[in-house]
């Protein structure tokens, strides 16, 4: 059973920093991509960022380039966020998920993964 758990979400001021975690268990996500998601509310879930568990290979969103930085833990099966400079916009769910086929035009698609997390709360203050 594939589960994916993110944790280190919270409230921080803006200009201030927050790191998120995704721990992956069930199977080998070697040949997987992890990637990042968020949803506003009333808004539209959108993608944030993702890599390539064998390769490292790494995409951004453009609203997230040079704030945000996506890297992995093979040791411990995580993927972390490290969000900097965050602003009261990135308030969201973020989620993570997991892509088995990783067509490379797809990965930016939430429709895409297959398994996904439960979320966790970040909501920056002004």
């Known amino acids: 059973q594939v589960q994916l758990v993110e944790s280190g979400g919270g409230v921080v001021q803006a200009g201030g920093s927050l790191r998120l975690s995704c721990t992956a268990s069930?199977?080998?996500?070697?040949?997987?991509?992890i990637g990042w998601f968020r949803q506003a509310p009333g808004k539209e879930r959108e993608f944030v960022s993702t890599?390539?568990?064998?390769?490292?290979?790494?995409i951004y969103a453009d609203s997230v380039k040079g704030r945000f930085a996506i890297s992995k833990d093979s040791a411990k099966n995580t993927v972390y966020l490290q969000m900097n400079s965050l602003n009261p916009d990135d308030t969201a769910v973020y989620y993570c998920?997991?892509?088995?086929?990783?067509?490379?035009?797809?990965?930016?698609?939430?429709?895409?993964?297959?398994?996904w997390g439960q979320g966790t709360q970040v909501t920056i203050s002004s």
């Open positions: 998920a997991a892509d088995s086929r990783i067509i490379y035009s797809e990965l930016t698609n939430s429709e895409a993964y297959d398994y």
């Open positions: 890599i390539r568990w064998n390769s490292g290979h790494t």
């Open positions: 069930g199977r080998n996500f070697r040949n997987y991509a």
